[in-house]
Nanobody
Framework: QVQLVESGGGLVQPGGSLRLSCAASGSIVRIDAMGWYRQAPGKERELVASITSSISPTYTDSVKGRFTISRDNARNTVYLQMNSLEQEDTAIYYC???????????????WGQGTQVTVSS
């Protein structure tokens, strides 16, 4: 069984920073990609940033220059460093990973439990 466990959300003032972490564990053969999504109240879930082992990270336009995604392959962990936070960044942030588990023939999507990020003065 594969699990994604997130940490690092919280309350921060506009202009502040937070760092989210997401660790994958379990019967993992290979992780093809990891990323962060977010969902604000009344809005659809959107992809914030993603990273693979072979191409450069990608970001949604609204976070370019402020957020940085990185990955520690040895720890099966992905991070999202969020700087210059704005009220519009307030949302539940979800970790996603495309993982090839043991005993499965194909890659599957896995999700973390979500962590709340609130940007408010």
């Amino acid at each position: 069984q594969v699990q994604l466990v997130e940490s690092g959300g919280g309350l921060v003032q506009p202009g502040g920073s937070l760092r989210l972490s997401c660790a994958a564990s379990g019967s993992i053969v290979r992780i093809d990609a990891m990323g962060w999504y977010r969902q604000a109240p009344g809005k659809e879930r959107e992809l914030v940033a993603s990273i693979t082992s072979s191409i450069s990270p990608t970001y949604t336009d609204s976070v370019k220059g402020r957020f940085t995604i990185s990955r520690d392959n040895a720890r099966n962990t992905v991070y999202l460093q969020m700087n210059s936070l704005e009220q519009e960044d307030t949302a539940i942030y979800y970790c996603n990973a495309k993982i090839k588990p043991r005993f499965y023939l194909v890659t599957r999507d896995y999700w973390g439990q979500g962590t709340q990020v609130t940007v408010s003065s």
